[in-house]
């Protein structure tokens, strides 16, 4: 990507609340923002470390619950929130991965899946805490007024991408790379495999916690649905159509597809038929999704 | 000695792969290891290097019982290895396929203190490696991802290197190449473990060797006496004594 792109993108980010005003716009880019989050969270896991969690929504949901649980008993600074949320995925990821990261290809997918369905019905099945099918409600929000969400939400997307792109490009980055191109032979190279996965699963986790905890603040609310299934086959549609393994296919993804999503309301119901074959066409067309289209035409390197 | 394998055993389903194998590997040797096709020499290498469980026998190296362990803590005890069909991580560059071993042991043993960049050089050197280190993998010869993988397996700082028909699928030429990067390794203080059903290839390169098939030793010593040992050349009759490279 031309060393300008970014610059342009920040400056576009910077600048629009200033110039324009459609509090719809900038909720529809909160949401993109959460998911791209959470999209990138998966990317580091499926795209890099190569282990296809079918539960990423646990980490999400876990943090989502857990912020909102003590958001409502105790006061404490949203920053504070965010970072217990984060903390609480990576416990899960831990719960999750000890076991299941032994396992390859399939079975991990159908093993994690497995997991997040159990924490749904968990969720479910402890109202007092969880409050059941509303969830957890009212919880307050820690930034105030759209525009700054919006800001925050940009500020926790870009930091996010950057570290994750310069984890990658480390050592340590480029081991967890490894496991994904030949996990046997990373065994070789002296690496111990089902350590890195478990640190690599910590921090997709962590990410995802990130974004379930804002999304809990942002929206108020932490309900059944951020654990549910349906948000994971989202979180892998995203992906998929930006272009797995590249980050800024995660981001572009989650951007299209909501944007996509949120102004197509106009045609009803018809706008599931149209986000699907976007997604079935990017699918059986361009396998590399959108990073993967723009590179073959020559537009990234 | 540094390797030690006593009474190795391994069945699977019903069929004995490896049958009470037992062997010596000293210091600084290159120690070769035939038979015939399905003789079951990579099964020995496999469990050599913790990649399958043996169901019986015991592994030593340097006198530590490494029977068990799994492959990358072997590989940190200072036993690396190749595979059969080179193999290596396809979508990184040369550089990275270094890296990604390196950065476990860092100027370990023999090259203490060695920083990273002179320890790329070193090793690219030792397997005279020509291309620039930002090549990708899926795009090198069979020449040179065989290069890549001895690279890839120096990069861990072994004492003992395990190489698993090096000269598999290369021309003459190359075979040549290769011979003369396992002796200069060898003069590097690298013991060499050397699978190969090519016997040429062996009687050049081997201080001693070691026969089995149908996964049973049937003999050991210095290579002249080996090429004249009758059960070896019964064993080897359905494929030609001195094979094809």
């Not at chain 1, 991965?97 to 994690?112: N, S, V």
């Not at chain 1, 916690?209 to 951020?226: E, K, N, R, V």
């Amino acid at each position: 990507m031309a060393f300008w792109a970014p610059l342009f993108s920040m400056a576009v980010i910077g600048i629009l609340p200033l110039v324009y005003d459609d509090p719809y716009l900038f909720h529809v880019i909160v949401i993109a923002n959460t998911l791209a989050l959470l999209a990138v969270s998966f990317d580091v896991i499926a795209g890099f470390v190569g282990q296809l969690n079918l539960g990423q929504s646990i980490f999400y949901g876990a943090a989502a619950y857990t912020v909102g649980f003590i958001t409502m008993r105790y006061q404490i600074p949203g920053l504070l929130g965010l970072l217990f949320g984060g903390i609480a995925a990576v416990i899960m990821s831990l719960i999750v991965g000890i076991p299941c990261l032994r396992l390859k290809g399939p079975y991990y997918a159908i093993a994690t899946l497995a997991f997040s369905q159990v924490l749904f019905t968990l969720a479910m099945g402890f109202p007092k805490i969880t409050g059941s099918e509303e969830g957890i409600t009212t919880i307050p929000p820690f930034i105030d007024g759209i525009v700054g969400n919006y800001y925050f939400s940009f500020f926790l997307l870009i930091s996010c991408v950057f570290l994750v792109k310069y984890m990658l490009r480390t050592d340590f980055g480029k081991r967890l790379i490894s496991i994904r191109e030949d996990e046997t032979l990373s065994d070789f190279s002296g690496i111990n495999v089902s350590r890195y996965k478990i640190i690599g699963s910590g921090i997709s986790a962590f990410i995802a916690g990130i974004a379930g905890s804002y999304s809990c603040y942002y929206l108020s609310t932490a309900s059944p649905d951020s654990l549910s299934i349906g948000l994971t086959f989202s979180v892998v549609a995203v992906v998929v159509f930006g272009g797995i393994g590249t980050i800024y296919g995660a981001v572009t993804g989650a951007f299209v597809l909501t944007f996509l999503t949120e102004y197509l309301y106009f045609i009803q119901e018809y706008r599931l038929l149209v986000y699907s074959g976007v997604i079935m066409l990017i699918v059986l067309y361009f396998p590399g999704g959108i990073m993967g289209l723009l590179k073959e035409k020559g537009v990234l390197k | 000695m540094t390797l030690q394998v006593k009474h190795l055993s391994k069945k699977f389903k019903g069929l004995q792969a490896v049958s009470d194998l037992s062997f010596d590997l000293h210091e600084g040797e290159i120690l070769g290891f035939m038979g015939p096709n399905g003789a079951g020499k990579t099964t020995v290498i496999n469990l050599v290097t913790g990649l399958i469980k043996s169901d019986a026998g015991e592994v030593t190296w340097k006198g530590n019982d490494i029977t068990g362990l799994r492959p990358h803590q072997i590989v940190h005890a200072g036993v690396s290895r190749t595979f059969q069909q080179a193999r290596v991580f396809q979508n990184m560059t040369i550089r990275d396929n270094l890296i990604v071993a390196l950065a476990n042991r860092p100027g370990s043993g023999r090259f203490e203190g060695e920083s990273r960049e002179d320890a790329l050089g070193r090793i690219l050197d030792s397997v005279e490696m020509r291309l620039p280190d930002t090549a990708l993998a899926k795009d090198l010869t069979q020449d040179n991802l065989r290069r890549l993988e001895i690279a890839r397996a120096l990069s861990s700082y072994p004492d003992l290197l395990i190489l698993d028909e090096p000269v598999s699928g290369l021309t003459p030429e190359e075979c040549d190449s290769i011979i003369g990067i396992i002796q200069r390794l060898n003069n590097m203080g690298i013991s060499l473990f050397i699978v190969e059903h090519v016997m040429r290839m062996l009687m050049r390169v081997s201080h001693r060797l070691l026969v089995i098939s149908g996964g049973i030793k049937l003999c050991e010593g210095f290579p002249e006496d080996i090429c004249n040992n009758p059960a070896v050349i019964e064993s080897y009759l359905g494929d030609g004594l001195y094979g094809s490279a």
